[in-house]
T-cell receptor
Framework: AQRVTQPEKLLSVFKGAPVELKCNYS??????LFWYVQYSRQRLQLLLR??SRESIKGFTADLNKGETSFHLKKPFAQEEDSAMYYC???????????FGTGTSLTVIP | NAGVTQTPKFQVLKTGQSMTLQCAQD?????MYWYRQDPGMGLRLIYY???????DKGEVPNGYNVSRLNKREFSLRLESAAPSQTSVYFC?????????????FGQGTRLTVV
């Protein structure tokens, strides 16, 4: 069963424009949601998680339990934001991480 | 602060050859994972280990075996490599049940099977 859905494989925005990367999830119970970022040919690294409710590199994400969504947003995209972004879910037991198929973000100068 | 270390970084195999990908973490994490990353498919879980001495299948376990040698090390073995196993492999670890449940990743192994 697809637990994490990222509907956009590719997303291009102009520098300075707002960006939103969509993530929807399916899980009974209370999962923990994350956004990971992978810059070109580097390892995945945590961008942010919903429980910390913080802003990292200008990105924020709000967990909407009613819509089962965890969309990633940034008001003004920068060229260095170009990367692959993965939404991930950790279940109640915490023993598994489920990843979406990823969204490749390109910020056009 | 090494974190999660994978070896090798690159490997080319001929169809039918075998190899083992090594992974070690120095964060005292209980859980370890092997993922493969393919274009358009995202990250797919191959196997995971919730604790030392236990392993479980993920989404795509066929053609792979794993060993949780100790708490630090979790290896992935391809007994008879096939071109369909050409991929980038990532090892990860986490510590469920703690304040920091995020997964930490290795730098990846780029495997080509010809």
């Amino acid at each position: 069963a697809q637990r994490v859905t990222q509907p956009e494989k590719l997303l291009s925005v102009f520098k300075g424009a707002p960006v939103e990367l969509k993530c929807n999830y399916s899980y009974s119970g209370s999962p923990e949601l994350f956004w990971y970022v992978q810059y070109s040919r580097q390892r995945l690294q945590l961008l942010l998680r919903h429980i910390s409710r913080e802003s990292i590199k200008g990105f924020t994400a709000d967990l909407n339990k009613g819509e089962t969504s965890f969309h990633l947003k940034k008001p003004f995209a920068q060229e260095e934001d170009s990367a692959m972004y993965y939404c991930a879910l950790s279940g109640v037991s915490g023993n598994q991480f489920y990843f979406g198929t990823g969204t490749s973000l390109t910020v056009i100068p | 602060n090494a974190g999660v270390t994978q070896t090798p970084k690159f490997q080319v195999l001929k169809t039918g050859q075998s190899m083992t990908l090594q992974c070690a973490q120095d964060m005292n994490h209980n859980s370890m994972y092997w993922y493969r990353q393919d274009p358009g498919m995202g990250l797919r879980l191959i196997y995971y280990s919730a604790s030392e001495g236990t392993t479980d299948k993920g989404e795509v376990p066929n053609g792979y075996n794993v060993s949780r040698l100790n708490k630090r090390e979790f290896s992935l073995r391809l007994e008879s490599a096939a071109p369909s196993q050409t991929s980038v492999y990532f090892c990860a670890s986490s510590d469920p049940g703690t304040a920091n449940t995020e997964a930490f990743f290795g730098q990846g192994t780029r495997l080509t099977v010809v």
